[in-house]
C-alpha cells in the first residue's frame, strides 16, 4: 500500500473526529513523520473543517505549555491549533456528551488582541497588542487517546485536539495585574477538582503568546487583530460526565461554566 500523502492523512484523521471514532493511538499509516509534517498535515486539516461548516478560524489554542506534558510527548517547545467560529461560546454553555468520543475540558486564560501581532518576541512586547483578558474553558475530543503514549505529532496533525472554548467576560482592565500570580480554580458541581496559576503556563501567559506569535509568523498565518488566543491549561484536562456543572475561576478575571448534558 503506497504511503499517504499529507492531505490524505489530513482526510482521515478528520474523518475519524467526525465519526467520534475511539482509538489509543494514531494508526501507524496515518501517524506523521515529524513535527513538520505534523503541522502541514494540520493545516490541511483546518481546510478540511472550514469546508465542512466549522467556521472561519478566529483563534488559536497552545497546547503542551508544561515541562511534564512536553516531556511526556517526547518534545521540547508547545504545540498549537486553531479555533474555528462556530465553536465559540460565552460565560455559560451546554454541551451533549453525547456529541462526542470523550468530552475533555481545560481550565486557561484567554486573551483577545487588539491589534495585529505580526511576531512575537517578549511578554512585554505582545503585551501591548492584549485588548482583554478572560477565564475560559477550552473544549477537546481526545477520542479517548492513550495519555501514556502521547505523541505531539498526532497531536498536532488532529488540531490538537480543539473542538471549541467558552469564554468569560472579557476584562479589559486587566495590565493592572500580575497574570503570572493569579490563581485559577476548576470546580465540578461545587468541588474543587484542581488549581493553578498563570505562571504555570509557561513563566507567564504572555510567553505562550510571544511563542505563538513567532510560530504563526514563520508559518505565514500571523495573528490578526480580534484573534482569541487560549494560552494553556493551568489544571490537568478533565472529563465531564452527563449531568456535570464545571466552572472556571481565574482570579480578578471571572468565570466560565460548561454544563455536560
Request: glycine content about 10%; aromatic content about 4%; overall charge negative.
Amino acid at each position: 500500500m503506497p504511503a499517504l500523502d499529507s492531505r490524505q492523512k489530513a482526510e482521515r484523521i478528520a474523518a475519524l473526529f467526525r465519526e467520534r471514532h475511539q482509538i489509543d493511538l494514531l494508526p501507524p499509516e496515518l501517524m506523521p513523520a515529524d513535527l513538520d509534517e505534523a503541522y502541514v498535515v494540520r493545516a490541511a486539516f483546518e481546510a478540511i473543517e472550514r469546508a465542512r461548516g466549522r467556521g472561519e478560524v478566529v483563534g488559536y489554542k497552545i497546547g503542551l505549555t508544561t515541562p511534564i506534558m512536553q516531556k511526556l510527548c517526547g518534545v521540547d517547545e508547545p504545540c498549537y491549533g486553531a479555533i474555528f467560529a462556530t465553536e465559540v461560546r460565552h460565560r455559560r454553555a451546554e454541551l451533549p456528551v453525547r456529541d462526542y468520543c470523550r468530552l475533555g475540558i481545560e481550565t486557561e486564560i484567554a486573551v483577545r488582541l487588539g491589534e495585529d501581532l505580526p511576531q512575537g518576541g517578549s511578554a512585554g512586547r505582545v503585551a501591548a497588542a492584549v485588548e482583554s483578558c478572560m477565564a475560559a474553558i477550552e473544549v477537546l475530543e481526545d477520542l479517548r487517546h492513550d495519555y501514556k503514549r502521547l505523541s505531539a505529532a498526532a497531536m498536532v496533525a488532529g488540531n490538537v485536539w480543539n473542538a471549541g472554548v467558552v469564554l468569560g467576560q472579557p476584562v479589559s482592565d486587566w495590565r493592572r495585574l500580575d497574570l503570572a500570580n493569579l490563581v485559577a480554580h476548576l470546580t465540578i458541581n461545587g468541588r474543587e477538582i484542581g488549581h493553578g496559576t498563570g505562571s504555570d503556563v509557561m513563566g507567564n501567559p504572555l510567553n505562550a503568546l510571544a511563542w505563538l506569535a513567532d510560530k504563526l509568523a514563520i508559518a505565514g498565518t500571523p495573528l490578526k487583530r480580534g484573534m482569541i488566543v487560549m494560552t494553556g491549561s493551568m489544571v490537568p484536562i478533565q472529563f465531564p460526565a452527563a449531568g456535570d456543572h464545571a466552572i472556571v475561576e481565574v482570579e480578578q478575571l471571572g468565570t466560565a461554566e460548561l454544563v455536560a448534558t
